[in-house]
C-alpha cells in the first residue's frame, strides 16, 4: 500500500523559512515517478508548487521561482520542498504527490497519482 506522509509545515512570518519532508512507503521516490508539491488555500482550487521528474529535472510555478527548492533523498526515500522568503500569499496546505509515470505532465493535478494528507503552512 502506497503512503504519502508529510511533515514541517507550521506557522511563520513573512520573509521566514520552512523546509517541508514527505515521507513515502510503498512507492520509490527516488527515481521511479515524478513526485512534487502542491499547495491548496480556502476557497481556492489545488495547484502545483513544483515537481521533479525521475532523472531530476524540475518545475516551479512562476510564484514560487527563486523562493522554493524541491529535492529528492534517494537513500531516505524522501521529497523535500525548502521555502525561502515566505509571503501571506503562500499559505496554504501543502500536499506531497506522485504521479504515476516517471515523467512530469504539465496538467498533473489531484486526483490523479497518489497524494498525502497534507500539512498546512500558515504565513502571517
Known amino acids: 500500500q502506497v503512503q504519502l506522509v508529510e511533515s514541517g509545515g507550521g506557522s511563520v512570518q513573512a520573509g521566514g523559512s520552512l523546509r517541508l519532508s514527505c515521507a513515502g512507503t510503498?512507492?520509490?521516490?527516488?527515481?521511479?515517478?515524478?513526485v512534487g508539491w502542491f499547495r491548496q488555500a480556502p476557497g481556492k482550487e489545488r495547484g502545483k508548487v513544483a515537481t521533479i521528474d525521475g532523472d531530476g529535472s524540475t518545475s516551479y510555478a512562476d510564484s514560487v521561482k527563486g523562493r522554493f527548492t524541491i529535492s529528492k533523498d534517494n537513500a531516505k526515500n524522501t521529497l523535500s520542498l525548502q521555502m525561502y522568503s515566505l509571503k501571506p500569499e503562500d499559505t496554504a496546505m501543502y500536499y506531497c504527490a506522485a504521479d504515476w509515470g516517471r515523467f512530469c505532465d504539465g496538467t498533473w493535478n489531484y486526483p490523479r497519482g497518489y497524494w498525502g494528507q497534507g500539512t498546512q503552512v500558515t504565513v502571517s
Open positions: 510503498g512507492i520509490h521516490l527516488s527515481s521511479a515517478f515524478c
